[in-house]
Nanobody, 124 residues
Framework: QVQLVESGGGLVQAGGSLRLSCAASGRTFSPYFMGWFRQAPGKEREFVAAISWSGGSTYYANSVKGRFTISRDNAKNTLYLQMNSLKPEDTAVYYC?????????????????WGQGTQVTVSS
C-alpha cells in the first residue's frame, strides 16, 4: 500500500510563495505519474500539475503555468510544488496523487493513491 503525506501549506499574501511537499511511502513505490490537484469550497477537484516519475515530463494547468513548478526527488520519494506569484484564486486544499499506470495525467479519476490534502490560503 502507498501512503502520501502532503505538507507545506499555509496562509500567504497575494504575490507570495509557498512550496508544497508530498512524501510517499510504501513497500514498492514506482508510480508512472504523480500529480497535484486542488479543490476550493463548492468546486470540483481540478488538475494543477503532473510529472512523469521516471522521465520527468511535466504538465501544467493553464491557470498556473509560469507561476508553479512541479518537481520530484526520486531518491527521497518526494514530490514538490513550488508556487510563486500566488493569487487569491489559488486558495484551495491541495492534494498529491500517484498513478500506477500510463494514462491521462490531468484527470483525477486516473490516479490510484491520494494524500489527505494541505490547505493553501492566499489573502488579498
Amino acid at each position: 500500500q502507498v501512503q502520501l503525506v502532503e505538507s507545506g501549506g499555509g496562509l500567504v499574501q497575494a504575490g507570495g510563495s509557498l512550496r508544497l511537499s508530498c512524501a510517499a511511502s510504501g513497500r514498492t513505490f514506482s508510480p508512472y505519474f504523480m500529480g497535484w490537484f486542488r479543490q476550493a469550497p463548492g468546486k470540483e477537484r481540478e488538475f494543477v500539475a503532473a510529472i512523469s516519475w521516471s522521465g520527468g515530463s511535466t504538465y501544467y494547468a493553464n491557470s498556473v503555468k509560469g507561476r508553479f513548478t512541479i518537481s520530484r526527488d526520486n531518491a527521497k520519494n518526494t514530490l514538490y510544488l513550488q508556487m510563486n506569484s500566488l493569487k487569491p484564486e489559488d486558495t484551495a486544499v491541495y492534494y498529491c496523487a500517484a498513478d500506477r499506470a500510463p494514462g491521462v495525467p490531468t484527470t483525477p479519476s486516473g490516479y490510484d493513491y491520494w494524500g489527505q490534502g494541505t490547505q493553501v490560503t492566499v489573502s488579498s
